[in-house]
């Protein structure tokens, strides 16, 4: 299966989209976690991206459809999340899915009303050393900016920080949601309201995964 997982940022995309990697055994392709792991291991491509992760701006198209090119084709089924987040990104997408004859088989959209997805993301925090995700407000560290898990400190990443946020939605909407109707041409796009539990949402995604497969 080839699924893709749209939402503007703070939707809990990372988190389902874990959840169903695991359940699923589809590798989950994050070009979030991707970019980070290229900014922390100092790479060039780290380096160009970081500069325009801290604005909240997105990372230029040639280099997130260079990383995900050569991975589109792996025998467990995609599910990717963060991309495509441009419709020149889509149409690569579609080009380098063509040339394997995979097509994508569901595009989710997870929608969160706004004023929420601003208090989840300036609350979030993350270990700088080991990752572990926290929330300031439902999940803080039990002491002050150190993390539970290894002692290292807590950070509010720059891309969380409210201005980059404000920016972020504002990115998401003028350039994501012409891809969502890109992909409501073709019909395969399912729309769950991403609030509630976690569970709850795990629920609805799998539902909406499900229909696909009964429909061949
Ligand atoms: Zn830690």
Do not use: W
Request: charged residues 25%.
């Amino acid at each position: 299966m080839r699924i893709v997982l749209m939402g503007p940022p703070g939707a809990g995309k990372g988190t389902q989209a874990r959840r169903l990697a695991e359940s699923t055994g589809m590798k989950h392709l994050s070009t979030g976690d991707m970019l980070r792991a290229e900014v922390a291991a100092g790479t060039e491509l780290g380096l160009l991206a970081k500069s325009f992760m801290d604005k909240g701006d997105y990372v230029p198209d040639s280099h997130i459809i260079a990383m995900i090119e050569q991975l589109v084709d792996d025998p467990a089924g995609i599910l990717l999340d963060g991309f495509p987040r441009t419709i020149v990104q889509a149409e690569a997408l579609d080009e380098a899915l063509e040339k394997v004859g995979l097509p994508i088989d569901k595009v989710v959209h997870m929608s969160v009303d706004t004023d929420e997805l601003v208090l989840r993301l300036s609350n979030r925090a993350i270990c700088k050393k080991c990752q572990t995700p926290y929330n300031l407000i439902s999940n803080a560290p039990s002491k002050d900016g150190v993390c539970d898990n290894c002692g290292s400190e807590v950070i509010v990443r720059d891309d969380d920080k409210p201005e980059a946020v404000k920016n972020r939605m504002k990115v998401y909407e003028e350039l994501t949601a012409p891809v969502l109707n890109y992909y409501r041409q073709r019909g395969n796009v399912a729309e769950i309201v991403a609030t509630g539990t976690p569970d709850s949402v795990f629920e609805k995604l799998s539902q909406a995964i499900e229909l696909t497969q009964s429909a061949g």
